[in-house]
T-cell receptor, first 114, second 114 residues
Framework: DTEVTQTPKHLVMGMTNKKSLKCEQH?????MYWYKQKAKKPPELMFV???????INESVPSRFSPECPNSSLLNLHLHALQPEDSALYLC?????????????FGPGTRLTVL | AQSVSQHNHHVILSEAASLELGCNYS??????LFWYVQYPGQHLQLLLK??????LVKGIKGFEAEFIKSKFSFNLRKPSVQWSDTAEYFC????????????FGAGTQVVVTP
């Protein structure tokens, strides 16, 4: 099983809402990632968790809050977002975050902030 | 600044034509190199990768790439494309000592006409 699942597929939220994105993998991977992808652009790394610890935060605004409850799950909590945060949010996982790791991507959550 | 460059943003070609997509990077030292593909409506997936050994790497669906260290390049090739190869192609680099970080190129939109 090389699948990374993400829920929900689509999310529309207002600027005052609080919502969460969820990601799950059952490949035994110990590194998990959040990326943001705008239309016609490459994915931009937001966060990396390695062995359930936050190892990289690419200077992401605090209105995005990641959480890794266990080695299979990754959440992204959203609060007070701005319209420019509308994008496709991708989750990925890999063996342990090593530089030669293959990252396996989920289908993404398409987020629209009104 | 360190970067990953893809030379073409859009490529249109007919079925059975040959495809070559350029990718150059500016990192020194040992790098790990990837090509990912995003088919319409599907998630990002790995086509092939290079981290050591034979600089000619074969991937899925008949794709191959050649690492030329002296030119800091990792170009993707396919001798004869099919309509189903229509997709966005991303070159990515795992810089030296960069646990968890993938730097993506801007992407190349490839359209194969019947």
């Amino acid at each position: 099983d090389t699948e990374v699942t993400q829920t929900p597929k689509h999310l529309v939220m207002g600027m005052t809402n609080k919502k969460s994105l969820k990601c799950e993998q059952h490949m035994g991977h110990r590194a998990m990632y959040w990326y943001k992808q705008k239309a016609k652009k490459p994915p931009e790394l937001m966060f990396v968790y390695s062995y359930e610890k936050l190892s990289i935060n690419e200077s992401v605004p605090s209105r995005f809050s990641p959480e890794c409850p266990n080695s299979s799950l990754l959440n992204l909590h959203l609060h007070a977002l701005q319209p420019e945060d509308s994008a496709l949010y991708l989750c990925a996982s890999s063996q342990d975050g090593g530089p030669a790791d293959t990252q396996y991507f989920g289908p993404g959550t398409r987020l629209t902030v009104l | 600044a360190q970067s990953v460059s893809q030379h073409n943003h859009h490529v249109i070609l007919s079925e059975a034509a040959s495809l070559e997509l350029g990718c150059n990077y500016s990192y020194g030292g040992t790098v790990n190199l990837f090509w990912y593909v995003q088919y319409p409506g599907q998630h990002l997936q790995l086509l092939l990768k290079y981290f050591s050994g034979d600089p000619l790497v074969k991937g899925i669906k008949g794709f191959e790439a050649e690492f030329i260290k002296s030119k800091f390049s990792f170009n993707l090739r396919k001798p004869s494309v099919q309509w189903s190869d229509t997709a966005e192609y991303f070159c990515a680099v795992g810089p030296p000592d960069s646990w968890g970080k993938l730097q993506f190129g801007a992407g190349t939109q490839v359209v194969v006409t019947p």
